[in-house]
């Protein structure tokens, strides 16, 4: 989505706290040995260490430990288990905002120290470090003519990004992210290291890989690399009065588009401000944006949308693949924010109205259709507990509490909006974009959440880890 981001003077109280990492040497010895740096409520730090990327996580944990080594997350087990309390896992926190009540859990905060993201140019394989975000990966591997399966932001943290499934602008070519990672290297609930890959673990490696997370404390991952060193790109903005006739022609379009591109469909709500392009500040605006591995594939959906209307800006041309990460404009720092989405298996002209009517309110900063199909409806051998999605499109809306309207008026709006798409509705959802509701069911299959129950029983059968999706691995 295209959140623009707002001064912090625009912002409620608690965003305006500091956002800068923790990186102070205050550790106090403890009897386990190595670091510790636990943050209580009483300490002056906690509320701005309790902060998630998005700012409208209002999280209260009963302490937050920053692991920086295998060995602070093997302490950090240990220190929550003499207490009685439960362990979530965080990098960024782009989902904290779904996560159950914390006053009885550990806040595991990772970023672990000394450790590289290391590329095998040769194997097209990267070796990521938990707490890396796209933009650390992009950085090592680019120089090698190489690219990831990476977010829509550079700001997006790897492992949380492939615990959801991962879909990016590479995916009706490639399939979702989560099924292009060759092995994981966790801590489990009972403090062991342990290397996962579909030989090792088999059954947590299926369940690592679009599960949701939970399962075990995720330390580093290697993933499969792509061959994409410059790719074709871009976004055209369309005033909105355009938006019908631009939707129709998108949506023909997509009915044969080669499986080399993907696109989203995007109604934005820009605000007035400096940093957004004069032509498109303070108005709504329609966006097509996407990344095509063959550059003819883009020419034909910029023709078809050109004999619609004239774009105000923009268009589609070479792009280092490195320059991906910020096509889709999404906030890169951390913003507060609200969304929902679910899968539609068509989009008729009905649909289109309804979709035009309802995603156009004010309240939203973005209503967007990403085209699904070509790999990414396609199931792989060996893939994880999410392995295929079970519609065409992909229909989500997001807003910032406040900006606007507040968080009721917005979750107001969200509720209308998925209730008037609902009747092409799949009955799935990509669960890291249904934020408001962390339950698994409908996101994979009904044999898929068996098999990941059952694996959890036997990883963590005292039910250490929480995670956003707790309450029905536990029924």
Request: aromatic share 6%.
């Amino acid at each position: 989505m295209m959140w623009i981001h707002r001064s912090r003077a625009s912002l409620d109280p608690m965003t305006t706290l500091t956002h800068t990492l923790l990186s102070e040497n205050n550790f106090s010895d403890h009897p386990l040995g190595g670091r510790l740096d636990v943050i209580l409520p009483s300490d002056a730090r906690y509320d701005t260490a309790r902060l998630a990327w998005n700012l409208s996580a209002d999280q209260h944990p009963a302490a937050i430990w920053q692991a920086t080594s295998v060995q602070d997350v093997q302490d950090a087990l240990v220190y929550a288990r003499e207490r009685g309390w439960r362990v979530t896992v965080q990098t960024t926190g782009h989902y904290a905002r779904i996560l159950p009540d914390l006053s009885t859990t550990l806040l595991l905060k990772l970023s672990l120290d000394g450790q590289q993201v290391t590329v095998d140019p040769a194997r097209r394989t990267a070796r990521v470090p938990s707490g890396a975000v796209w933009s650390d990966v992009i950085d090592v591997v680019a120089p090698h003519g190489l690219t990831a399966m990476h977010g829509s932001a550079p700001s997006v943290g790897v492992i949380g990004y492939l615990a959801g499934g991962g879909l990016g602008f590479y995916g009706r070519a490639h399939g979702l992210a989560c099924n292009h990672v060759l092995a994981f290297d966790v801590v489990t609930a009972d403090g062991r290291l342990r290397h996962v890959d579909a030989e090792h673990d088999p059954e947590l490696f299926y369940a690592l890989r679009g599960g949701g997370g939970g399962y075990a404390v995720v330390t580093a991952v290697e993933i499969e690399l792509l061959p994409y060193a410059e790719v074709t790109a871009g976004a055209m903005f369309f005033a909105v009065d355009h938006a019908p006739a631009l939707l129709r022609a998108w949506r023909a379009w997509t009915e044969d588009a080669d499986e080399s591109i993907s696109t989203t469909f995007r109604l934005l709500n820009l605000p007035p401000l400096p940093q957004v392009p004069e032509p498109l500040r303070g108005v709504q605006t329609i966006c097509i944006d996407g990344v095509a591995l063959k550059a003819g594939e883009a020419e034909r959906l910029a023709g078809a949308l050109e004999s619609v209307a004239p774009p105000i800006l923009g268009g589609f041309g070479p792009m280092p693949a490195p320059a991906v990460t910020h096509l889709h404009g999404d906030p890169e720092a951390p913003t507060p924010g609200i969304g929902d989405g679910i899968l539609l298996d068509g989009l008729d002209d009905q649909a289109i109205d309804a979709f035009l009517s309802v995603g156009g309110d004010a309240s939203l900063a973005v209503a967007e259709l990403r085209h699904l199909g070509g790999a990414l409806a396609r199931s792989s051998q060996g893939a994880g507990a999410l392995d295929r999605f079970d519609g065409e499109f992909l229909l989500y809306a997001a807003g910032v509490p406040g900006a606007p309207a507040p968080a009721a008026e917005l979750n107001a709006c969200l509720d209308r909006f998925l209730e008037a798409m609902a009747p092409w509705a799949s009955g799935t959802r990509f669960w890291s974009f249904a934020e408001r509701n962390p339950s698994l069911d409908g996101a994979i299959t009904p044999q898929a959440l068996r098999r990941i129950t059952r694996t959890r029983a036997v990883v963590d059968p005292d039910g250490l880890f929480i995670a956003p999706r707790d309450a029905d691995i536990a029924a």
